[in-house]
């Protein structure tokens, strides 16, 4: 499987922000992108995910599923965290399994997605009492509680600490070493195994 | 030596009181009540205007009276939150609420009972009942806002914010209804108009009903004080398991 | 399917606890009804003329009031973004989303206009015909309102705009719905205008998550 | 006894009170059964109380 | 002072930008009053009679869909903990935010309040004292709105149990409202109207912020 | 000038967050709170500000302005921006300027404010088009419109750049530098001067 990108132009209301780009991330890889605030990590994610549709240029998951989108078969992970504050952390979680219709055997899949991100003895809090970190890890269990081939995250360790950021490496390196593959945008050095770097503002000063 | 407030102030000195008046006051209430029903259907004559029908009074009235008391109680509990912070006000708010739309409610539908005969329809929009109407609405909005609140101190506050408001409001609604709409049935002056034989039983249904009033409010303020325990209990379990976790994690990530 | 059902049932949970859908519900239905008269005037005949007026006002009241932060809220905390990636069309997600919204205003109003009756003096007999036309009427209202609900997701304050947008839409039910409920029509009258509400709420249903849908592709850009 | 053309009403009137205020009274006791039973069986497993009086600071 | 205007003129131009105040405000009013024949019957002279109330509606409508966001939204982003901190008293704070919102939804409407009686043949000499009165009496409904509005910040979709709260606390003012306005009243009958309007209005502008200011601090815990 | 917390105790919703904590800050310095997700320095912080109301403890500012709450003499950003949408940066910029009543020259210090955040370019862009690190910025930005002596700030760094982080750090340094005190909450190292750590942590245990 490989996530493939061939000479990509996005524009944002009239503002060219990604100008030719091409990129390839294969099964068991990860791609971190970097580069200054307002560079087009966030758009380009976004335009993975099928959310902008791009000016120019070819997305494709070769060797994915070809009845679904991209986006179909990608977990995204933006600066929001798609939880909902009146209900409990377990009820979002099982929210997320349902609804991403797992398959599997679900409420082990929740309780060992909440206990990597160790929230498990919050299952029952309501999700509005969370501090922001807590808030966040909950949003990444959404990685953990369906599976899907594509993760795109974007900052994901944003208000995490140093002990949630590891489990959240761990994560992604269990993903790709399963045979995911993973596209992460981040300011932080983050450790991870068989990671590519893309420096976003290296590639524009090129273009 | 401490005023009765201060003692009544600890939850649990409160429990221990409640638990021995309790009985006295629904025994009371039970005796009075039974005398007044006996008073109401079978030593009272009926109206010479009203036929039978004035027997509804005998209801209709302790709940109109009463409608207006809790609100007034609900006010003062308000107040005593908000002021005083008195530990036991919002528990005697919230356990009011619902026991007060009770009374409103069947002030309303006692009436409506009584008017179909006497007025020839259920509901006018004459003052009297616009402004219980609307009474009826403000204790609606207090259980309803209440329940809308998870967290319970925010909740009480809030509540007591707005109960307050609807105090100051409701006069001047009781105002403008009577402004708006003059048609209404002139209020009888009940000491002088009531005819002793129905004074008697209007006045020990009226004692009885605010006796019954106050015993059901010590039995939910009862029940809401363990409400609370229960609920203490439950998230200190939660919150020990948590605090444990939290410096398992920071020890984790300080090795 | 699954994912259907669960995204109906979180939204439903959801209304419950952040609004208290039923109570309030009740609560405001009893509050506009007895607000119109101090509006109107007290003229009991004039009420119990203008009652089926009073019902359909207060639902599409209510409508306007709940579905403002239907797609918004959602947009907000991003979980909009998830359910756009997810298994189910965005098409029946806009459906899913918008039959939440009836189970938790147009049934609870539905169910509550008996009360309705009573305050404005309506005829006890008409009660079954007011339940069952406004619960053939009302999922038109929640269904054309997510069009504008969707239109105007990201409009901050959403709410008059909103109320400008739909309104127009909703009159051929409210004009069906008065006439089926007030007592004037005949049986042959209410069957005809029954029907034509049952229809009306069907072509809603059908196209209302269509354009929600389309709406939402867009402002997710 | 009679009431007269009008005893509906007032029976009405009188059912309605008694079935509103004895469903109040039941239901606060049931209520305070329920509070109690989930006190106690909280207590039984051993979770204390760490000030007088929670939830009424 | 300088912060009040400072908050109050960022409050309008918020409307203004967000919700394209004055124009949304007479389409809404022109939708509200076309409605009303199909809900209440084409009959003229009925529709003459209850002008005011309809008028009177209408402007609470416009305050309940416009006002469960003004301090939700800041809420939100965290400019109300920035705007707690700042040098303006709470009270002056939610002062300024229900003036913005009157002078965004009560004075349009005031202003727009001719066009509703052109709609529903109301007498040419009326008008000046129907847009006086309207001014006079609508501070009260966005300053007792800004109550309901604080108390329900925090509640998600607090649109419809705001309207529960907050219509109770409007009827002295539609009552009054109506009064003042419907032809009948005759000029001392007016003018006593008109007062008792201004005189709610001022208690409202005093008891409003008092009360939302409260419920604000409560809801930053 | 001097801020002395002495014996806080705070709870929320019936649980003990933070039980027994005393510091003192002194005027030049800054002092970092660090600690896991969850352990309460957002709880702390925004009971400095005056928003939560403490179960026991004494919060003061000694040497300010007596008739002004530690609050109004302090500048709050919270995990969320205070920033609008629907206003330019510039907008956004001037209202905190004209409502915190800063007294002084204002447009020359909205300007040297966005210049420092390097968000001058961007002055009439709409807030909404902002990335997420750019709107981070205008939300620091108002640290710099109207002068206050003590910062509280909470994960200032979240979602910024290398460059802009150190553009923080240089802002927190001057206002250290001319007399004003700063309480920062962070899960970075961040390479203050004149900095002490306070991890609540290590101060729970002690508890
Ligand atoms: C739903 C309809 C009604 C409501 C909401 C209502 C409300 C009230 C209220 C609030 C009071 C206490 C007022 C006070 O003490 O000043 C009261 C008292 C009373 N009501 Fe009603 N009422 C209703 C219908 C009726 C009807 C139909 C009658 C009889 C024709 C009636 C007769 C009385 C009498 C005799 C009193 C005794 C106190 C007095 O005369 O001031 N009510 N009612
Ligand atoms: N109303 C409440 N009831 C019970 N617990 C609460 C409530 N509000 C917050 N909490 C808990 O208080 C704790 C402290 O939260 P706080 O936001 O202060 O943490 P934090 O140190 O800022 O974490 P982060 O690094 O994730 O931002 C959390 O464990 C949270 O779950
Ligand atoms: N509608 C729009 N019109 C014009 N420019 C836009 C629009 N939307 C976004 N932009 C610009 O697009 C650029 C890319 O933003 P993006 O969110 O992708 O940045 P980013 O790399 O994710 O930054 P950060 O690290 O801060 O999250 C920004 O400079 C932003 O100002
Ligand atoms: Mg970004
Ligand atoms: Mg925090």
């Known amino acids: 499987m490989q996530l493939i990108a061939e000479d990509l132009v996005i524009d944002r209301g009239s503002r060219r922000i990604i100008d030719g780009l091409s990129f390839a991330v294969k099964a068991g890889e990860a791609l ?10 966030t758009t380009l994610l976004r335009t993975l995910a099928g959310f902008i549709r791009p000016f120019r240029g070819v997305i494709r998951l070769d060797g994915g599923d070809d009845e679904l989108t991209l986006g179909e078969q990608s977990h995204v992970v933006g600066h929001t965290n798609a939880v909902k504050s009146s209900l409990s952390v377990a009820e979002n979680a099982g929210f997320w399994n349902t609804y991403l219709d797992s398959g599997e ?23 509005a009492y969370l501090s922001a970190g807590q808030k966040r890890r909950l949003g990444l269990a959404r990685l953990l509680v ?24 761990a994560a992604v390196n269990d993903h790709t070493s399963s045979g995911g593959l993973a596209v992460i945008a981040t300011h932080l050095p983050l450790g991870l195994e068989r990671a590519r770097t893309l420096d976003l503002a290296a590639q524009r000063m090129a273009a | 030596m401490q005023t009765l407030t201060q003692r009544l102030a600890n939850p649990a000195r409160f429990m221990e009181l409640s638990a021995r008046l309790l009985p006295w006051i629904s025994g009371a209430a039970g005796i009075l009540l039974v005398s007044g029903l006996y008073l109401a259907f079978f030593a009272s004559p009926a109206d010479y205007q009203q036929g039978e029908t004035v027997r509804i009074m005998y209801i209709h009235v302790p709940c109109a009276w009463l409608s207006m008391m809790v ?29 007060g739309a009770a009374f409103t409610f069947l002030a309303l539908l006692t009436g409506s009972l009584w008017g179909k005969p006497m007025w020839g ?33 925010a909740a009480a506050k809030l509540t007591a914010i707005l109960a307050l408001v609807g105090v100051t409001i409701l006069p001047i609604i009781k105002f403008s209804v009577d402004w708006w709409n003059t048609l209404h049935q002139p209020s009888t002056d009940f000491t002088s108009t009531v005819d002793p034989s129905m004074r008697l039983p209007l006045l020990v249904m009226a004692v009885a009903f605010t006796l019954l009033f106050f015993a059901m409010h010590l039995k939910a303020m009862r029940n809401e004080i363990l409400r609370r325990r229960v609920k203490a209990l439950r998230t200190q379990a939660v919150a020990g398991r948590d605090r444990l976790a939290a410096q398992a994690a920071n020890h984790g990530a300080a090795e | 399917m699954k994912s259907f059902w669960a995204l109906l049932s979180r939204d439903v949970r959801l209304a419950v606890r952040e609004g208290g859908a039923i109570g309030t519900a009740l609560g405001f239905f009893l509050v506009v009804v007895s607000l119109m008269p101090l509006g109107l005037g007290p003229d009991l005949n004039l009420l119990s003329r203008i009652a089926a007026g009073v019902l359909w006002i207060a639902l599409l009241l209510a409508a306007l009031l709940s579905l403002n932060r239907i797609f918004e809220a959602d947009h907000e905390d991003g979980t909009l973004d998830v359910l756009a990636t997810g298994p189910l069309p965005l098409e029946l997600v806009t459906a899913a989303k918008s039959l939440a919204h009836w189970i938790t205003t147009g049934i609870p109003l539905a169910i509550m206009a008996p009360v309705l009756g009573i305050l404005l003096n309506l005829d006890l007999a008409a009660y079954p015909i007011l339940v069952a036309t406004t619960l053939a009427g009302t999922p038109a209202v929640s269904f054309l309102g997510a069009i504008g609900a ?17 309104l127009p839409l909703y009159v051929p039910t409210l004009i069906f719905g008065i006439s089926a409920v007030s007592a004037g029509a005949g049986p042959t009258g209410l069957a005809a205008s029954f029907l034509i ?13 269509l354009a929600a849908a389309a709406a939402l592709k867009v402002q997710l850009q | 006894m009679d009431l007269g053309p009008h005893a509906a009403f007032i029976w009405i009137s009188y059912a309605a009170v008694t079935v509103t205020i004895t469903g109040l009274i039941l239901w606060l006791i049931a ?5 109690a039973a989930d006190l106690e069986a909280l207590e039984r497993q051993g979770v204390k109380r760490r000030s007088a009086a929670p939830g009424v600071r």
Chains 1, 6 share one sequence.
């Open chain 4, 31 to 35: 209520d305070g059964r329920k509070q």
């Open chain 3, 150 to 166: 969707a239109l105007t997701m990201k409009t901050r304050r959403g709410g008059l705009l909103l109320a400008l947008i739909v």
């Open chain 2, 71 to 99: 609100y007034g109680l609900i006010a003062l509990s308000s107040f005593g939150l908000l002021v005083f912070r008195h530990p036991l006000a919002d528990v005697s708010a919230k356990a009011a609420a619902p026991l």
């Open chain 2, 121 to 153: 329809t259920y509901w006018v929009w004459d003052a009297r009942l616009t402004s219980v109407l609307i009474l009826f609405f403000l204790y609606l909005g207090l259980m309803a806002l209440r329940s809308a609140l998870e967290d319970e101190s």
């Open chain 1, 105 to 127: 055997d679900s409420p082990s899949r929740i309780a060992a997605s909440l206990r990597h991100f160790g929230l498990e003895d919050l299952s029952d809090f309501p999700a």
């Open chain 3, 197 to 209: 509400l049952a229809a009306i709420s069907l072509v809603a249903i059908v196209l209302g998550p």
């Open chain 1, 32 to 41: 971190v992108l970097t580069g200054a605030n307002g560079i087009g990590k």
């Open chain 1, 146 to 169: 369906a599976r899907r081939p594509v993760w795109l995250l974007d900052e994901p360790t944003a208000s995490l600490d140093t002990a949630s950021s590891e489990r959240l490496v």
